[in-house]
């Protein structure tokens, strides 16, 4: 398991295959790294797919006919899931709507979603497009499955023949489909609640919420959390700013800091800030709320890994 966050928040930047302005990068490598990314968003939350990058799932809160303007751009909520991680969550049954795909229906999903995206297609039903300024035409062939059985095929194949094959085929597959969106299932919500009670609390959050944690006043703990994460960012930057406003003006700063460099790392940072802001700070702040213990500690965990990360920040802008 590999988290890239464990390392310098500043160094982190990004991943090759991914270009250097993109919005979304993923936190980390690894199972729980990815079953922790879907729990960072509110139980029932639903993520689309945008595109698949090298291996990558780019994902998105929002339906994509949904969303007016630019879906990449930085203001929505994005997260980026190795495949091969989803394919491990599905197999353990802790996400719902991700399905294991040969590359053959990965490469028909491809080329359907083509067709959906308005290209045309020509006599034989493969795609004709026209590419580059001088326009040359390029045919796309629709997937078929003999292409991929036609290692093992031979002349004269019957059809019985055949259809062993394609089951056989078909038995492995390594490719994920996203038909509509991915969510946690309840097995996947019970884990992370049953494994989120033992973490290293911080000493400045243990000493403010130690106490209600005693009399299980969760809901005010997570708020009291909230409440000092904010006055932090506030009495650092002496500013007067709160909520998103005042989360830009320290990203601002840390680029600034960064040497300019709008780095992989700083853009996770940027994210988890705006989930926490928008799915505990404003929830909690806002409503009282009955939160049990394992819920609570589930929140609790995700509000001390982002102030691990707000101390490496604060280090970087001092100088340290």
């Known amino acids: 398991m590999i988290n890239y966050l464990d390392q310098d928040l500043f160094q982190y930047g990004g991943i090759w295959g991914i270009r250097d302005d993109s919005s979304i990068f993923p936190i980390g490598q690894g199972w729980e790294i990815a079953l922790r990314t879907i729990a960072s968003y509110p139980a029932g939350t639903k993520l689309y797919e945008l595109e698949e990058v090298i291996g990558l799932k780019m994902l998105i809160n929002k339906p994509k006919n949904k969303i007016q303007g630019d879906p990449y751009h930085e203001k929505f909520l994005h997260c980026a899931i190795w495949c091969e991680d989803i394919l491990a969550l599905v197999e353990r049954d802790f996400i719902k709507g991700a399905v294991p795909a040969t590359e053959f229906e990965w490469q028909l999903n491809k080329f359907n979603s083509m067709l959906n995206f308005g290209f045309s297609t020509n006599e034989n039903g493969d795609i004709k497009c026209y590419l580059g300024e001088e326009k040359r035409e390029q045919i796309i062939p629709k997937p078929k499955i003999e292409d991929y059985i036609a290692d093992y095929a031979e002349e004269g194949l019957t059809d019985e023949d055949r259809a062993e094959l394609i089951d056989d085929y078909s038995r492995y597959k390594p490719f994920l489909l996203i038909p509509i969106a991915l969510e946690l299932s309840e097995k996947g919500r019970r884990y992370i609640l049953e494994n989120s009670q033992v973490f290293e609390i911080p000493q400045r959050i243990e000493k403010r919420i130690g106490p209600l944690i005693e009399i299980s006043y969760y809901d005010t703990a997570i708020r009291e959390v909230a409440i000092l994460f904010e006055s932090m960012l506030k009495k650092f930057h002496r500013s007067t700013l709160f909520g998103e406003e005042l989360i830009e003006l320290h990203i601002s700063m840390c680029i600034s800091a960064n040497e300019n460099q709008y780095s992989a ?39 001390c890994s982002l102030f691990k990360l707000m101390e490496q920040a604060f280090k970087k802008l001092l100088g340290m």
């Open 265 to 303: 790392g700083i853009k996770i940072y940027r994210q988890e800030l705006r989930k926490v802001n928008r799915f505990i700070r404003n929830e909690y702040l806002h409503n009282l709320k009955e939160v049990d213990q394992g819920e609570f500690y589930s929140i609790l965990y995700k509000q």
